[in-house]
């Protein structure tokens, strides 16, 4: 890490640590509620376009009209966009002056002071999300395979993120909320059962393949 | 060529993403009360019950005050 790179996160730091004493004096009202609402909608948006976009690239399924690169693309830049608004979801709940919710209870699982089990899902979904795109940085460090192997883990934030969308969030009966959440998990399933087809269906066509070529005279 | 299509691809992701929040943001901050810790525009009013996570016990929390705004009967 450069100096002006580690200089600049200090600052950022500090700026962040001062300016949230700052506003933790403030009385911000209704606006860290409203705010935190918003980013978690958001969050679980771009978290099901990511996904969407993951398993796009990996059933080849849009080949036709998007180009691998650009969805590949996509799919790690909205992991990361996901995992900010996450942070502005979680990290604004501290200035909420009505559910008293403390680092500690942002970071760790089950310990939350509203609907503790559902909230629990969704820090855990966050934390494995965080694993999943810090990975794409490791990927040449950990191999190929340990990459795979750890970004289906993905599927388990996504189902931990939806769990709690529902049962934490307290938006579910808004009609476009609803239609998200089921659209977005329709989405996804489809193309989960496409990606597990097709991967069932690779091995059958390659040695068909293979038999095919052996058929053909030399 | 395509750094450049990336770039603005990421530009209008982050745009439409920024809008819908503070959109909501400032539709919430609206309709904040109806909403609030679980309840619903019928028992925004009532006390509302949250499970204490250390004992699993049931506490009596009040319902989230409204805004300035709506006490003004707006």
Known sequence: MSATTRNSL??????????GLALHAMDLGQV???LSRAAGLAAFAVISLSVV??????????????????VFEMHQFLSVLSLVLVAVHAGSLLFDGFLHFTSVSLVVPFVA?????????????????AITTASFWMRARIGQKRWRTLHYVTFLAYAGALWHGISAGTDTQLPPVYWMYIGSAALVSALMMLRIVG??????????????????PA | MAAAKYRTARIAFGAIVAAGMIGGTAYFTQTAPAQSAGTT??????AQAITAPSTGSIRQVPARPAPAKRSRGS
């Open chain 1, 10 to 19: 200090l600052l950022i730091l500090a700026a962040s640590f001062f300016s």
């Open chain 1, 53 to 70: 976009m993951g398993l796009l690239v990996s059933t080849k399924a849009a080949d036709g009209f998007l180009k691998r690169p650009f």
């Open chain 1, 199 to 216: 991967y069932k269906a690779a091995p059958k066509r390659r040695r068909a393949a293979v038999a095919a070529d052996r058929r053909r």
């Open chain 1, 113 to 129: 002071p509203y609907r503790p089990f559902a909230v629990g899902l969704g820090v855990i979904a966050g934390w494995l999300a």
């Open chain 2, 41 to 46: 525009s019928q028992d925004s009013n009532s």
């Open chain 1, 32 to 34: 860290p509620w409203a």
